[in-house]
T-cell receptor, first 116, second 111 residues
Framework: GAGVSQSPSNKVTEKGKDVELRCDPI?????LYWYRQSLGQGLEFLIY????????KSGLPSDRFSAERTGGSVSTLTIQRTQQEDSAVYLC??????????????FGSGTRLTVV | GESVGLHLPTLSVQEGDNSIINCAYS??????FIWYKQESGKGPQFIID?????DKRQGQRVTVLLNKTVKHLSLQIAATQPGDSAVYFC??????????FGSGTRLLVRP
């Protein structure tokens, strides 16, 4: 597609429920990133996929968080047993393969998650 | 430790004036820096980047300055317009191609 697409744009869930957030990266981009942005804060790195390499999961805050990327394209971020502190905007970005071209990421508009 | 920080959380400028947003970083191994603009309800948007082998880079109405001696980065916006109102983030790329973001500066443009 023309840009990075995320769905849903807004999600309200009850504490303890599981949620899945979806990201469709720009076609052909080999790198995909998930970040979390709490209200009025900067972006916190969560996880990074690059081609067929093992993902960099160093930013996941707990084992309730997981992500997968199927076929090198669409990615799903799953949060199990959601807690109120999980409330944030979850941003996905994709980029050209590092080492070639523009290193800048293209971000989606994010999914605003509210845990009540 | 690794961090990217900002000096001012909010900057208010008069329309037409120049804006300067500052950023400090602590990791001297960083060789690639990017400025992003984030408008309300949207994801960050790439503005301009700079590599460590450069001191200055110019775009359309924007200039990024890099001072490696004091580990300081700045974004200058010329003739600030109402549409420039947003939160601005500096970010550095680490050795594994992750972007490490600062906490952001909110730019308010007064008419």
């Amino acid at each position: 597609g023309a840009g990075v697409s995320q769905s849903p744009s807004n999600k309200v869930t009850e504490k303890g429920k599981d949620v899945e957030l979806r990201c469709d990266p720009i076609s052909g981009h080999t790198a995909l990133y998930w970040y979390r942005q709490s209200l009025g804060q900067g972006l916190e790195f969560l996880i990074y996929f690059q081609g067929n390499s093992a993902p960099d999961k160093s930013g996941l805050p707990s084992d309730r968080f997981s992500a997968e990327r199927t076929g090198g394209s669409v990615s799903t971020l799953t949060i199990q047993r959601t807690q109120q502190e999980d409330s944030a905007v979850y941003l996905c970005a994709s980029s050209d393969q590092p080492g070639q071209g523009n290193y800048g990421y293209t971000f989606g508009s994010g999914t605003r998650l509210t845990v009540v | 430790g690794e961090s990217v920080g900002l000096h001012l959380p909010t900057l208010s400028v008069q329309e037409g004036d120049n804006s300067i947003i500052n950023c400090a970083y602590s990791n001297s191994a960083s060789d690639y820096f990017i400025w992003y603009k984030q408008e309300s309800g949207k994801g960050p948007q790439f503005i301009i980047d700079i590599r460590s082998n450069m001191d200055k880079r110019q775009g359309q109405r924007v200039t990024v300055l890099l001072n490696k001696t004091v580990k300081h980065l700045s974004l200058q916006i010329a003739a600030t317009q109402p549409g420039d109102s947003a939160v601005y983030f500096c970010a550095r790329m680490d050795s594994s191609y992750k972007l490490i973001f600062g906490s952001g500066t909110r730019l308010l443009v007064r008419p």
